[in-house]
T-cell receptor
Framework: AQSVAQPEDQVNVAEGNPLTVKCTYSVSGNPYLFWYVQYPNRGLQFLLKYITGDNLVKGSYGFEAEFNKSQTSFHLKKPSALVSDSALYFCAVRVGGNQGGKLIFGQGTELSVKP | GAVVSQHPSRVICKSGTSVKIECRSLDFQATTMFWYRQFPKQSLMLMATSNEGSKATYEQGVEKDKFLINHASLTLSTLTVTSAHPEDSSFYIC??????????????FGPGTRLTVL
């Protein structure tokens, strides 16, 4: 079955430190991977995606993610965390094709950035 | 661009009543819309996928007679929770995907609707 997993329920970092939110995937064929952020009682905001091309993908708000095929991972990173980055982060994989298909989400990781 | 709205943002209803939630793509045509359900601090669970003008495709375990989905136009989809019960209380999020080639990969999310059934 095609799926995506986020092994950490919560990640705590100090402001100014680098952050990493982990994601691993299991898909057949080429993966189409996404990261979204959700603030309390809000919908999801798109951060970045990997479809093809460079393994390092740069997205919104200074976030980036590295696609690693051998490790089947797509970890989200940011060099210097902000308190305002505190939110719920979801990794997702599109199944059923790139032009069609549907998004399957990981269980989410709550990021807490302390001053 | 690429804004998806939901109405209402919050609704409280009595058990046994039906509630309709609207999802609109404001600045693009959405050939496909998705409805998700989310419990507190949990992931989004896909309920159904709807294509404009055709019947929705429901995920396994989702009662189609309970959660009625209509996608009557390229900018509007509705989810009706029929005979709502307290266990239907949840955060419902819609998502829309454009049919034009330039945005065919993108899926945009609405702000969500908090349903509370008393």
């Amino acid at each position: 079955a095609q799926s995506v997993a986020q092994p950490e329920d919560q990640v705590n970092v100090a402001e100014g430190n680098p952050l990493t939110v982990k994601c691993t995937y299991s898909v057949s064929g080429n993966p189409y991977l996404f990261w979204y952020v959700q603030y309390p009682n809000r919908g999801l905001q798109f951060l970045l995606k990997y479809i093809t091309g460079d393994n390092l993908v740069k997205g919104s708000y200074g976030f980036e993610a590295e696609f690693n095929k051998s490790q089947t991972s797509f970890h989200l990173k940011k060099p210097s965390a902000l308190v305002s980055d505190s939110a719920l982060y979801f990794c997702a994989v599109r199944v059923g094709g790139n032009q069609g298909g549907k998004l399957i989400f990981g269980q989410g990781t709550e990021l807490s950035v302390k001053p | 661009g690429a804004v998806v709205s939901q109405h209402p943002s919050r609704v409280i209803c009595k058990s046994g009543t039906s509630v309709k939630i609207e999802c609109r793509s404001l600045d693009f045509q959405a050939t496909t819309m998705f409805w998700y359900r989310q419990f507190p601090k949990q992931s989004l669970m896909l309920m159904a996928t709807s294509n404009e003008g055709s019947k929705a495709t429901y995920e396994q375990g989702v009662e189609k007679d309970k959660f009625l989905i209509n996608h009557a136009s390229l900018t509007l989809s509705t989810l009706t929770v029929t005979s709502a019960h307290p266990e239907d209380s949840s955060f419902y999020i819609c998502s829309a995907r454009a049919g034009t080639s330039g945005r065919a990969n993108e899926q945009f999310f609405g702000p969500g609707t908090r349903l509370t059934v008393l």
